[in-house]
């Protein structure tokens, strides 16, 4: 069964920095390009970054741009996201999401969502 | 951006219901919208891509149609587990962009 595992979230404060993981399985993992997507209370779903199959290419919001990095890495299977400089409007629920053979932001396949909460 | 605009926000329907949700997207995406369905407290489950092109394992309960900037999303024989919020999704054009979501709710 294809799964989407993601851990990292917490509480932290405004100006930190915070750590997301989602590990892979069930499905060949480098051959898959990666998103990040989240939600904020009560808010739709908004795209933050992508990464492709080899790491090499890597994009991302204009909301997080310059504070938000992602990475892979195939060998473990997982794709990480490296948050700083968190602000209040960061606050939200984390999805990761895999990209498909209908394109890398066609999403066949979300992990369940990571809480962070920024306090202010 | 390309702007995603869901109607209704939110749709009030009975169990044995077939209900038709509407995805407008501000500028031609052809046919490269997805649907997914959200239930509260999980993760968003794909349903369609390409427009109407049901994901493995999606019932046929659920058909997707449209092409250019008008998509629609048609549930048929709604039954409890189908009360919950659909966003469509276009990635035609960077970045991505999901609709604002409609919340199907019994009635």
């Known amino acids: 069964e294809e799964q989407l595992q993601g851990s990292g979230g917490g509480l932290v404060q405004s100006g930190g920095p915070l750590r997301l993981s989602c590990v892979g399985s069930?499905?060949?993992?480098?051959?898959?390009?990666m998103s990040w997507v989240r939600q904020a209370p009560g808010k739709e779903l908004e795209w933050v970054s992508a990464i492709s199959v080899t790491g090499g290419s890597t994009y991302y919001a204009d909301s997080v741009k310059g504070r938000f990095a992602i990475s892979r890495d195939n060998s473990r299977n997982t794709v990480y996201l490296q948050m700083s400089s968190l602000r209040a409007e960061d606050t939200a629920l984390y999805f990761c999401?895999?990209?498909?053979?209908?394109?890398?932001?066609?999403?066949?396949?979300w992990g369940r969502g990571i809480r962070v909460a920024v306090s202010s | 951006d390309i702007q995603m605009t869901q109607s209704p926000s939110s749709l009030s329907a009975s169990v044995g219901d077939r209900v038709t949700i509407s995805c407008r997207a501000s500028?031609?995406?052809?046919?490269?919208l997805g649907w997914y369905q959200q239930r509260p407290g999980n993760a968003p489950k794909s349903l369609i891509y390409?427009?109407?092109i049901l994901q493995s394992g999606v019932p046929s309960k659920f058909s997707g149609s449209g092409s250019g900037t008008d998509f629609t999303l048609t549930i048929s024989s709604l039954q409890p587990e189908d009360f919950a919020t659909y966003y469509c999704q276009q990635y035609h054009t960077y970045p991505p962009t999901f609709g604002q979501g409609t919340r199907l709710e019994i009635k």
């Open positions: 069930g499905f060949t993992f480098s051959g898959s390009p």
């Open positions: 500028q031609d995406i052809r046919n490269f």
């Open positions: 390409a427009a109407s």
């Open positions: 999401a895999k990209g498909s053979r209908c394109g890398t932001y066609c999403f066949d396949l």
